[in-house]
């Protein structure tokens, strides 16, 4: 060949692997255009949810989205304890009897008390005596009398838990007049069921929203990471004191703002302590769990609220993996794990930023 055909080829070629070059750098930064969104609202688990999910077709969209509904309603069937047929209710009312159950609300079930021991009963699964005598967030939410709440105590805590597997059948024994309540795992264990769905079904993107308990799915439609809000307390809704960026996660957070019932001008919220029966005076508005199993990051911000500040500090420390971000009561301030220091950004200046768990040491 002619050194001008040779130099011909050579130019054609690097002209070429830049085309293809630039076509790869704006396919990854140029937003997908083509990627549809379809939403969807419902009422389930006894909150408001959202869920978009983002990809090709709007059909196939819907379908998705119905799926996802029928899911959260078939998992509310089994793990509400407000629901007289749920699994958790047959198997509170059975005191002293093993009572059937489906697989998911046994490791359900296995899970809480897991995480109940990790959190030296901070998380409580089996303080249903305890949220059924305050009613709080329902009709009839009262103040009960000391001697109550002394009752009620002595029927909480996973000791009155049994769970068997008997030749791939589940079964659950509930004693001592305790009651399972998963009102602080069960979203979180929803999400993830969701989240596995539509990794199975082939949805790249989507953002599940279970009462401010937040799952995405892969990045944001048309790429990078998700930017997700921390609600400010006492504030409209969608007011955030920061943001966290993530991709393929959960982002939880529990607060004594959400559900209470304000009484004799004192405020008493849903977040139990454990140890006497009445809502917890934490030291923080809110904890933000970050994490990609949303069932632990649930049961995670519940305990680390009831915990406070010196008591997080502490769990914190034997466990540096937990990204989580606390927003003290009353203060412009939040603590952050190590952890959530790269995800987590202020929402404005004046908010001061400091460390928990040993970040920073
Ligand atoms: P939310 O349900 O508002 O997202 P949480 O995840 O913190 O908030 O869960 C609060 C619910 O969990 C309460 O309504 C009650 O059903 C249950 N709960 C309250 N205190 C505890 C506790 N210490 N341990 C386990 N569950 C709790
Ligand atoms: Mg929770």
Same mark, same amino acid.
Not at 211 to 218: E, I, P, Q, R, S
Not at 240 to 243: D, E, L, N, S, V
Not at 312 to 315: E, K, L, P, S
């Given at each position: 060949m002619s050194t001008e055909g040779r130099s011909f080829k050579k130019t054609a070629a690097a002209a070429l692997i830049c085309a293809v070059v630039v076509f790869l750098c704006l396919n990854r930064l140029l937003p997908d255009k083509k990627a549809e969104e379809a939403r969807g609202d419902y009422f389930f688990l006894g909150t408001v949810v959202h869920i978009s999910v983002y990809g090709q077709g709007k #059909?196939? !969209?819907s379908e998705e989205l119905a799926g996802l509904e029928a899911e959260g309603k078939r998992l509310e069937k089994l793990f509400s304890a407000n629901i007289p047929e749920s699994d958790v209710r047959r198997a509170s009312d059975g005191q002293g009897k093993w009572v059937e159950v489906s697989e998911e609300t046994y490791a359900l079930v296995k899970r809480a008390v897991d995480l109940s021991e990790d959190t030296d009963g901070a998380f409580d699964p089996a303080l249903g005596?305890? +949220?059924k005598l305050w009613k709080i967030g329902s009709d009839g939410a009262r103040v009960p009398e000391e001697e109550e709440i002394r009752a009620a105590l002595r029927c909480c805590g996973c000791k009155d838990i049994e769970l068997k597997e008997d030749d791939g059948a589940y079964f659950i024994k509930v004693t001592g007049g305790a009651l399972i309540d998963l009102g602080g795992i069960a979203k979180g264990r929803v999400a993830d069921i969701m989240v596995k769905k539509l990794a199975d079904d082939g949805i790249k993107s989507a953002l599940i929203d279970l009462? *401010?308990? !937040? /799952?995405? +799915? *892969?990045e944001r439609p048309g790429g990078g990471k998700w930017r997700l809000g921390i609600q400010t307390p006492e504030r409209p809704r969608g007011e955030?004191? *920061? +943001?966290v960026s993530v991709? #393929?996660?959960s982002v939880v957070t529990s607060g004594a703002y959400e559900r209470y019932l304000e009484k004799d001008g004192v405020r008493w919220h849903h977040i139990f302590d454990p140890s006497t029966g009445r809502p917890t005076d934490s030291d923080f508005s809110s904890v933000t769990v970050i994490d990609r199993d949303s069932t632990k990051a649930d049961a995670l911000s519940t305990a680390l609220f009831v915990m406070g500040r010196d008591g /997080? #500090? *502490?769990?914190l420390k034997e466990h540096k993996d937990i990204a989580a971000v606390f927003l003290l009561k009353g203060e412009k301030r939040v603590l952050v794990t190590e952890a959530a220091r790269s995800v987590f950004t202020a929402a404005d200046a004046s908010l001061s930023v400091g460390d928990i768990g040993g970040a920073g040491k």
């Open positions: #059909d196939f !969209l005596r305890i +949220t009462g *401010g308990n !937040l /799952a995405v +799915t *892969g955030y004191f *920061g +943001t991709s #393929d996660c /997080a #500090d *502490g769990y």
